[in-house]
């Protein structure tokens, strides 16, 4: 039984319909172009890479309000669907989930760009079934 | 004063990528050279290890001379977790290394270079010469700071150039 859940991504799919039955959303992932390596003028800062706006759903915001504290940004956290991560990682080519949102630029919800703190994932027999953004609010707006 | 700072980060860039072509790090998906300036990248919660990351602090101009002259304080920051599979037992050693690097790179001779002009390079176009030169004074190294498992210490540097007419 367990084989069978673990082979066939039953924990994912889960997830996913549990993520969609709590109001479950798109937000954007922000993605930077790749840089060019031999192009000196971006490590300076005169070259800027274009971006690409990606969707990232099912979504949840795990609280509906953010977590604030005086003297710091706000911060939400985000729960997202592992299976639309599983095929960005392998749409885009990039080696792992990890890599992904450490590549990524922020996250666009409701108009808003929320920096990525931390993205971490929840398994069950070695396979992700939720990945956890700490997103953080723009400094602009530290209470 | 910019270009003094694009200079100064070119030569450091080269002369580390030269004595250890095997320190790179990876953005946005592209290996580079173990160096960057953190106010020339996107903004990220992320700290790279085992890589030099520079940030412009201090800044003094003196005007007493034909040209001003500007010194600049360029703040080397670097941390190292030791290698996983050693269990982190070594990230004395690799700091040690971070440091001989330093030193070799900035105690190197010459101490100073053409100023350069950037902001027309890129896409084969080389970059320019401007009229005076960029030089710097020894490093100065802070306490290494173990914070957890992370050793880190912070470098600065003293980097001096003229600022020419009309330059920015």
């Known amino acids: 039984m367990s084989d069978l859940v673990s082979a066939t991504g039953a924990a994912a799919r889960a997830t996913d319909v549990l993520l969609r039955a709590m109001g479950g959303r798109t937000v954007m992932l922000r993605m930077p172009a790749p840089a060019v390596p031999t192009d000196v003028t971006e490590q300076l800062g005169i070259a800027m890479p274009t971006f690409q706006d990606i969707p990232l759903g099912p979504v949840v915001y795990r609280k509906a309000r ?22 960005l990682v392998g749409s885009l080519t990039y080696a792992s989930a990890s890599v992904l949102f450490a590549a990524a630029y922020g996250v666009l919800s409701d108009d808003e760009l929320l920096e990525i703190e931390s993205a971490t994932q929840d398994q069950v027999f070695g396979q992700p079934y939720v990945y956890r953004l700490v997103l953080r609010a723009p ?3 530290m209470t | 004063m910019q270009n003094a700072k694009d200079t100064f980060y070119v030569t450091l860039q080269s002369r580390l990528a030269a004595l ?3 320190r790179t790090i990876v953005v ?27 940030q412009w ?5 003196n005007s007493a001379g034909p040209l001003p002259l500007l010194a600049m304080e360029c703040s080397i920051q670097y941390a190292t977790d030791g290698t996983s ?3 982190g037992m070594d990230r004395g050693r690799l700091l040690a290394a971070m440091d001989a690097e330093l030193v070799s790179v900035l105690g190197a001779e010459p101490h100073t270079i053409p100023k350069m002009n950037y902001s027309a390079a890129g896409g084969g176009i080389a970059p320019t ?18 914070v957890g498992e992370r050793l ?6 003293l980097v001096f150039a003229y600022q020419e007419a009309g330059e920015l």
């Open chain 2, 85 to 87: 599979g050693n269990g």
């Open chain 2, 20 to 22: 250890n072509p095997a």
């Open chain 2, 28 to 54: 946005r998906g592209v290996v580079r050279p173990g160096t960057l300036v953190e106010e020339n990248e996107l903004p990220s919660a992320w700290v790279p290890m085992d890589a030099f990351r520079l």
């Open chain 2, 57 to 61: 602090t201090g800044l003094q101009a």
């Open chain 2, 129 to 146: 010469a401007m009229g005076t030169n960029v030089f710097w004074a020894d490093p100065v190294f802070s306490a290494a700071k173990a």
């Open chain 2, 152 to 157: 880190e210490r912070t470098s600065t540097v």
């Open chain 1, 139 to 141: 400094l602009s707006q």
């Open chain 1, 66 to 87: 953010a977590t604030v504290a005086e003297g710091k940004a706000a911060k939400w956290e985000l729960l997202v669907s592992a299976t639309v991560v599983e095929s």
